[in-house]
T-cell receptor
Framework: AQKITQTQPGMFVQEKEAVTLDCTYD???????LFWYKQPSSGEMIFLIY??????QNATEGRYSLNFQKARKSANLVISASQLGDSAMYFC????????????FGTGTRLTIIP | DGGITQSPKYLFRKEGQNVTLSCEQN?????MYWYRQDPGQGLRLIYY???????QKGDIAEGYSVSREKKESFPLTVTSAQKNPTAFYLC????????????FGQGTRLTVV
């Protein structure tokens, strides 16, 4: 069975600082994808970044990067130079690429950026 | 424009009534998902479907039912057996196999009155 764990229910970060949001996962599938989503107070889900289990390099998208450590089963999201608009809930998710392709989410981290 | 549409945005239900939430996508995705989100909480999987006329229970399927008669549509019925249905419901879709993103609808906020 798949499981995603996000151990930080809430974080407060000073504007312009970098922040790391933790995510660990558990799966027996050999091929899988890891996703991060942002959910502002409006409720919409905004896709941020994707990492494939066989990707050799860590994924990056603008100010977002994913610190993927496969042996440790961790997929932490790093946001550089945080902005006030980064205040939101952040969810880590995973899905096996073949077979039972259930998309599983963690419980989320509420990030608050302080001016 | 391709996308995934949920309706209605807000829904009020009297106790004892069944209500159906709509989810339609024109992205030609095989997989569709329904999630429930309670205030300040994560997304919990209710049901998912990888192919027409087939679906699987997620982690909290009790009190809910779904159908997948068309590839584009995956409606969720909240039955009277669901004792605490007030929540935010999100629908998502993805291709099968190697994919890089799941697409979400805007959500339906259901309130029992």
């Amino acid at each position: 069975a798949q499981k995603i764990t996000q151990t930080q229910p809430g974080m407060f970060v000073q504007e312009k600082e970098a922040v790391t949001l933790d995510c660990t996962y558990d799966t027996s599938d050999p091929s899988y994808g890891l996703f991060w989503y942002k959910q502002p107070s409006s409720g919409e889900m905004i896709f941020l970044i994707y990492q494939g289990s066989y990707d050799q390099q860590n994924a990056t998208e603008g100010r977002y990067s994913l610190n993927f450590q496969k042996a440790r089963k961790s997929a932490n999201l790093v946001i550089s130079a945080s902005q006030l608009g980064d205040s939101a809930m952040y969810f880590c998710a995973m899905r096996a690429n073949f077979g039972n392709e259930k998309l599983t989410f963690g419980t989320g981290t509420r990030l608050t950026i302080i001016p | 424009d391709g996308g995934i549409t949920q309706s209605p945005k807000y829904l009020f239900r009297k106790e004892g009534q069944n209500v159906t939430l709509s989810c339609e996508q024109n992205l030609n995705h095989d997989a569709m998902y329904w999630y429930r989100q309670d205030p300040g909480q994560g997304l919990r999987l209710i049901y998912y479907s990888q192919i027409v006329n087939d679906f699987q229970k997620g982690d909290i399927a009790e009190g809910y039912s779904v159908s997948r008669e068309k590839k584009e549509s995956f409606p969720l019925t909240v039955t009277s057996a669901q004792k605490n249905p007030t929540a935010f419901y999100l629908c998502a879709s993805q291709s099968l196999g190697l994919v890089t993103e799941a697409f979400f609808g805007q959500g339906t906020r259901l309130t029992v009155v």
